[in-house]
């Protein structure tokens, strides 16, 4: 049945936190992580790919704050761009997230070079970039909704890893920590702007299909991951054992 009125912001808000079932924390490679069961090589490889993602982050962010013609949501959303790369003595999530490297056995620029990121891995990620690009400026910024559900994941890491990990050294770990408050800011902010712009039913219905993109993406993640560390199926595994795919940003 098409929906005939707008939800009232309650509803709208709970159809969107509803998306978390599609969370990657659902994926069995995440779950496998939580649980202890992953191998080191699948613990490494999920930083080495995820590192990609973190650098672009910043770029996503700067994408929007390109395409947005009011100063006051400029303001706000700039703070993204350097909790990431860092500002005023603070080292930024990338920093952070290089650490995480070395904690869990990974050379910095190993890391750093995108050597082993997947082609799966690399195009997920670009496509979100290029979203954001290309979308108005309201909806590139929802699609970063999928911070409703990452509090728990940090958390999940935080509580579990320790515990199953021994092997990663715990300064690692300031990454989780410090998106912990991170994250619960920036949903505050980026929920108020969906509720606010995501007035008719086109609106809510295309923001919703925009988180939905924005999972696919995460889920698409892992999907590379498993079918490179779990399954050992890594792209040209029937042509050869090198590391065959390209490597470096090519625009």
């Known amino acids: 049945m098409t929906q005939a009125q707008p939800l009232s912001p309650q509803a709208f808000e709970q159809a969107l936190r509803a998306k978390g079932a599609y969370y990657h924390i659902h994926h069995p490679y995440h779950i496998a992580m939580h649980n202890g069961r992953a191998t080191r090589e699948q613990i490494q490889g999920w930083v080495a790919n995820r590192f990609y993602y973190q650098t672009n982050i910043p770029l996503k962010d700067a994408a929007i704050m390109a395409n947005c013609p009011h100063p006051e949501v400029r303001r706000k959303w700039v703070q993204r761009i350097l909790d990431h790369d860092g500002f005023g003595g603070s080292e930024g999530g990338i920093e952070a997230w290089l650490r995480l490297g070395e904690a869990v056995g990974l050379k910095r620029e190993v890391v750093e070079s995108e050597a082993l990121v997947l082609p799966g891995v690399r195009f997920a990620v670009d496509a979100y970039v290029n979203f954001a690009r290309r979308a108005n400026w309201q909806e590139a910024a929802c699609s970063s909704l999928t911070e409703l559900f990452a509090p728990q994941i ?39 702007l969906a509720l606010e712009y995501c007035d008719t039913v086109e609106k809510q219905q295309r923001m919703l299909e925009i988180l939905q993109f924005k999972l696919d993406i995460l889920w698409s ?24 795919w390209h490597k470096t940003r090519l625009v």
């Open 154 to 192: 940090h958390q999940a890491r935080l509580d579990s890893w320790p515990q199953h990990y021994p092997w990663i050294e715990a300064e690692g770990y300031d990454y989780f920590r410090s998106r912990l408050s991170q994250a619960n800011r920036d949903v505050e902010h980026g929920l108020q």
């Open 221 to 244: 993640m892992l999907d590379a991951m498993t079918m490179a560390y779990e399954l050992k199926r890594p792209p040209y595994h029937t042509v050869t054992a090198d590391l065959a």
